[in-house]
């Protein structure tokens, strides 16, 4: 008895397996929501292996603070944020590369068979054109079918944010794509 009252798990009823889990809604948060997530991160970050790393991080962060999560319901769009985020960091890790990257592997880097095929779709290349605000926007609207106020709580703006950001977005699009057909 003395040893039962001495893990914190035993007085609160909780198993030990839940315990070490965190709970079972991260479990099944990751089950229903993985592979939507890995395809929000392969659209913002264009390579696979990345994306499945962004959001492998994500829920890792979301599993280690769901027993101070104060409103556990919002556990997806804590990840959602988490994997935007994650996102963001991989586009500064590759900006610092290119910026001290040597000049002369410029000139001989081409883009061979490894280049992702999102990276020759159009609409991708014009997508990750745009500024970072648009850019999310438009694939948490189009992409991910989220609302207004979804966008705004992920993103942590105003709707009237996520509303201009989408027609800048939208408006710059329309630009790029219509000025790539008819050079």
């Known amino acids: 008895m003395a040893h039962e009252a001495d893990d914190p798990s035993a007085r609160a009823g909780v198993s030990v397996e839940q315990d070490q889990l965190g ?10 929501h993985h592979l939507e997530l890995v395809r929000l991160a392969l659209v913002m970050v264009g390579d696979l292996a990345t994306a499945e790393d962004v959001v492998q991080d994500a829920f890792e962060r979301l599993h280690r603070r769901w027993p101070r999560l104060k409103e556990p319901e919002h556990g997806l769009g804590y990840v959602r944020s988490s994997v935007l985020n994650g996102c963001r960091s991989v586009h500064r890790r590759a900006a610092v590369a290119r910026k001290h990257e040597p000049q002369l592997a410029r000139f001989g880097a081409d883009a061979g068979p ?64 219509g000025g790539n057909r008819n050079d």
Not at 23 to 32: A, K, N, P, Q, Y
Not at 115 to 131: K, Q, Y
């Open 23 to 32: 709970s079972g809604d991260v479990t099944d948060l990751f089950r229903e």
């Open 114 to 177: 490894e280049a992702n095929a999102a990276d020759r779709s159009e609409l991708a290349t014009a997508l990750r054109s745009l500024p970072r605000r648009q850019r999310e926007v438009l694939v948490l609207r189009y992409y991910l079918d989220l609302d207004v106020a979804e966008i705004a709580s992920t993103l942590r703006i105003a709707p009237s944010g996520v509303r201009s950001n989408c027609t800048r977005g939208l408006t710059a699009l329309s630009t790029a794509l």
